[in-house]
C-alpha cells in the first residue's frame, strides 16, 4: 500500500479528542502499567473523570476480608446485589425481614460508601405467596410494600431503582412489556405508580428508571430504547419525578453493538433532563478465545466506556461484583441457561483478586473524559 505507515501516532490524529486517549489503554497489564494506566484505584480515577464509580456487592463482604478491603479501596458506591430484593424482604405475607439488608446498609455507610437501592418494584425475584392472590390483593401488596420499605430506609439509601427492567426481552414482542404479577394486576401504569408513591415516601432519595439491554443494536435492544425513552416522557408528562435512568451494561460481545447508536440514545435521555448510570457493568466473555480471554475484555470494556462517557450526563459506573470470584455468571445455574463452558471472566479482578487488563481499561477510559472535560 502506497503512503506512509499506520503509525501510531497518524491513528491517534484522527480521533475525535474525546477518545483518542483510549488507544492508550493496551490491555495488557505490563503494557499498561509502562503507560501508567493502571496505577491508582478506579474510585479516585472516576473522580477525575467527574464520577462515581461503585459496585454491587452482599455477604461476601462479610465472609472475605481481602475482597472487603478491595472494595473499600476501588469503590465509593455499593448497590446491594439482592439484599433488598421483594423475596428477601418479606417473603412471607405481611412480615418484613430488614436484618440482613440493615447490616449491609449500616456497614456501607459506616464505611463512607453511598448506597444505591436495588430494587423496589420488579416483575421477578417475587415470593410464592403473591401469585395466589387476586389482583387487587397484589395492587395493595405493591402498595404496602413502597409504604414500609421506602420509609424503612430514608435517609440511608441515597438512590432507589424504583422500577428494574420494565420491558426487558418481552419475548416475541421485544419493548412490551415485561409480563408479571405488577403489570397483571395494575397494567403498565404500575410504573407511574411506584414513581409517585417513591417520591411522597422518600423526597430526597434520587428516583431511577433502571433496564436491561438497551447496548445491544439488534432488534430486541433497538426496540427497548424506544419503550424506555416513550416511558421516561410518559413519566414526566405524568408529572412524577424521574432523576436519573440506569442502563444494565451486562455487555454480551457477541451480540450486534454500535457506538453512534448507542450515543444517539444516551444523548435522547440526556435531552430529557435525566441522569445516566451504567448500573451493572460486567462483560460476558464466552465467545473469547482462551488465548487472550481477559485482553478482549478489556477492550470491550474500555470501548464501551469511552462511548459512553463521551455523554457528559452519565454521571456513574457500578460494576456488578468487583472480582470475577463472585460474579454472577459463575452461579452454576446461570452458567447452564446460557450454555458458558468455561469459568466467566466478566469483572475487573479475577478470581484470587488480583487486578485485570479490564481495570487499566477503565481507569483510562474515565481519565480520558477527565481530560477532555
Ligand atoms: C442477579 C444477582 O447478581 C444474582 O446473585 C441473583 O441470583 C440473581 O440476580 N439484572 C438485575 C440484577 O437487575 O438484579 C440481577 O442480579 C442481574 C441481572
Redesign the pocket.
Known amino acids: 500500500m502506497a503512503g506512509r505507515p499506520w503509525t501510531r501516532r497518524r491513528i491517534l490524529g484522527r480521533l475525535p479528542a474525546a477518545c483518542a486517549a483510549g488507544l492508550l489503554d493496551i490491555p495488557r497489564s505490563a503494557a499498561a502499567r509502562r503507560s501508567g494506566v493502571d496505577a491508582g484505584p478506579l474510585r479516585a480515577a472516576a473522580v477525575a473523570g467527574r464520577l462515581v464509580f461503585g459496585a454491587?456487592g452482599?455477604s461476601a463482604l462479610f465472609g472475605d476480608e481481602a475482597y472487603r478491603d478491595l472494595f473499600l479501596a476501588q469503590a465509593a458506591l455499593l448497590t446491594p446485589?439482592?439484599a433488598l430484593?421483594f423475596d428477601g424482604l418479606q417473603p412471607e405475607r405481611g412480615r418484613f425481614f430488614f436484618a440482613d439488608a440493615d447490616r449491609l446498609v449500616d456497614w456501607a455507610r459506616t464505611q463512607g460508601l453511598s448506597v444505591h437501592g436495588?430494587?423496589l418494584i420488579?416483575n421477578?425475584?417475587l415470593p410464592p405467596w403473591l401469585s395466589g392472590l387476586s389482583r387487587r390483593e397484589v395492587a395493595r401488596s405493591f402498595d404496602a410494600y413502597l409504604d414500609r420499605v421506602v420509609p424503612h430506609f430514608a435517609g440511608r439509601i441515597a438512590s432507589w431503582?424504583v422500577v428494574?427492567?420494565p420491558f426487558y426481552l418481552g419475548g416475541d414482542h421485544p419493548g412490551t412489556y415485561r409480563p408479571g404479577p405488577w403489570l397483571d394486576a395494575l397494567g403498565p401504569g404500575y410504573v407511574v405508580r411506584a414513581f409517585r408513591r417513591a417520591a411522597e415516601l422518600d423526597p430526597s432519595a434520587k428516583l431511577v428508571l433502571?433496564e436491561?439491554w438497551t447496548e445491544r443494536a439488534d432488534a430486541i435492544g433497538l426496540a427497548v430504547r424506544r419503550s424506555l425513552l416513550r416511558l421516561v416522557d410518559e413519566l414526566q408528562h405524568a408529572g412524577v419525578r424521574l432523576d436519573a435512568v440506569g442502563l444494565?451494561s451486562?455487555l454480551f460481545p457477541g451480540i450486534a453493538y454500535d457506538d453512534g447508536g448507542f450515543t444517539d440514545f444516551l444523548h435522547g435521555l440526556a435531552e430529557r433532563g435525566v441522569t445516566i448510570r451504567l448500573?451493572?457493568f460486567d462483560v460476558d466473555d464466552e465467545s473469547f478465545p482462551d488465548a487472550d480471554r481477559d485482553g478482549l475484555v478489556a477492550r470491550r470494556a474500555g470501548a464501551y466506556l469511552r462511548a459512553a462517557l463521551s455523554v457528559e450526563a452519565v454521571d456513574t459506573v457500578v460494576s456488578?461484583?468487583l472480582a470475577d470470584r463472585y460474579?454472577?455468571w459463575r452461579?452454576p445455574?446461570?452458567m447452564a441457561a446460557h450454555g458458558m463452558t468455561r469459568l466467566p471472566r466478566p469483572l475487573p479482578f479475577d478470581e484470587m483478586l488480583r487486578r485485570k487488563p479490564m481495570a487499566d481499561a477503565m481507569v483510562a477510559a474515565v481519565r480520558c473524559r477527565g481530560r477532555n472535560g
Open positions: 454491587a452482599g446485589e439482592n430484593k436495588h430494587t420488579w421477578d425475584r431503582d428494574n427492567e433502571n436491561a444494565q451486562h448500573s451493572e456488578w461484583g460474579s454472577w452461579d445455574s446461570v
